[in-house]
């Protein structure tokens, strides 16, 4: 087998934190890289400052990044890779427009980790729909938080979808601080991204009811479970929720103090409304935005979701401590 064409150029479309430290990352690795930013003003800032005071504060971009915005038509063109780091909920709005921008051939991998807000459909179902089947897609997964990646710290992903892009990506970022590996059940890491953001919000909870070790270990395990029978009832392959997209990243949002939806849980559980809270933290929470989904989710497939399932009645105002005594008084059951 013939070694995977070498990625040269990157447009990474979103300035938010992940979006900014995986410039960086792509950048290191010596590709050419362009940080797209949502509007103009944004973009000019970061491109004058070389910084991203409201999304990475205090880590300076190095001055082979170009900076643009969205307005610039030129802006996902000419590139091997085009980089998704955008919310969620602005897929569904956003990718016949980038499907319209991109030349023939242009590949695309996804960081965004949820599901669509308005059709409960995961994120690669609605790039695929309108990039169309041969545009090479993949998406990128794992405990990566923006911080600690754009200061070099050692962490690993992995790539699911298209194999061939996924070897491409791996080439391109595989290094000492970053490693990645190729994983074939796109299904499984989608559906991990997704839910594991909607037990860290349980997680925050319990930190802001003032919670201990004990509590937040065994959220993350019965986490662990409920993802799993939610992904294995979709057809994706258990060893997945075991792995970085799974347990990994669910560790990591869990427990990390860089993590927006247990920062997200523990704000709610202060008295804040969700609203209140996500608008607190400045930026997108998205487990906030796919419990509902995951919940319709399961429903369809007959999988009971415990955790999930209060999360979302303490979204939608139910005192925390309420929905913490109503997950512990459930019907004694076998580990499973």
């Known amino acids: 087998m013939s070694a995977p064409s070498s990625i040269r150029s990157v447009a990474v479309l979103g300035g938010g934190s992940w979006g900014t430290a995986f410039a960086m990352l792509c950048a290191r690795h010596h590709a050419a890289v362009r940080l797209v930013c949502h509007t103009p003003l944004h973009a000019e800032r970061v491109a004058r400052d070389r910084v ?74 609605l790039w695929h729909q309108a990039l169309g089947p041969a545009t090479p897609f993949a998406v990128l997964s794992g405990p990566n938080h923006a911080e600690e990646v754009a200061e070099r710290q050692p962490t690993a992903a992995v790539v699911a979808g298209d194999p061939a892009l996924g070897a491409r990506v791996q080439q391109l970022l595989n290094g000492p601080d970053f490693r990645v590996y190729l994983n074939d059940d796109l299904v499984g890491v989608e559906l991990c991204a997704a839910a594991k953001n909607v037990i860290a919000i349980a997680a925050g909870m319990a930190d802001g009811l003032g919670f201990g070790d004990n509590a937040k270990a065994s959220l993350i395990t019965r986490g ?3 993802m799993t029978r939610l992904g294995r009832a979709y057809g994706a392959h258990d060893a997945t929720f075991r792995g970085l997209a799974g347990m990994g990243d669910l560790v990591g949002t869990c427990t990390s103090t860089h993590s927006r939806n247990r920062r997200v849980g523990e704000l709610i559980a202060s008295g804040l409304s969700s609203e209140e809270a ?21 429903e369809r497939a007959d999988v009971e979701l415990p955790i999930s399932r209060e999360v979302a009645a303490a979204v939608a105002g139910k005192p925390v401590a309420e929905c913490m005594h109503d997950l512990m008084a459930r019907a004694p059951a076998t580990e499973r």
């Open 278 to 298: 996500e608008t607190r933290i400045g930026q997108v929470a998205e487990g906030l935005w796919s419990v509902a989904r995951l919940l319709e989710l399961a």
């Open 52 to 125: 991203n005071p409201a999304y990475l504060p205090g880590v300076r971009l190095s001055d082979d990044i170009a900076v643009t915005s969205a307005d610039d038509p030129q802006a996902l063109v000419g590139v091997d890779l085009l980089v998704l780091a955008i919310p969620s909920r602005v897929v569904g709005e956003m990718a016949d427009v980038v499907a319209r921008a991109i030349v023939p051939g242009t590949a695309v991998l996804s960081l965004t980790k949820g599901l669509d807000p308005a059709s409960g459909r995961r994120l690669s179902e």
């Open 224 to 226: 662990l479970a409920e």
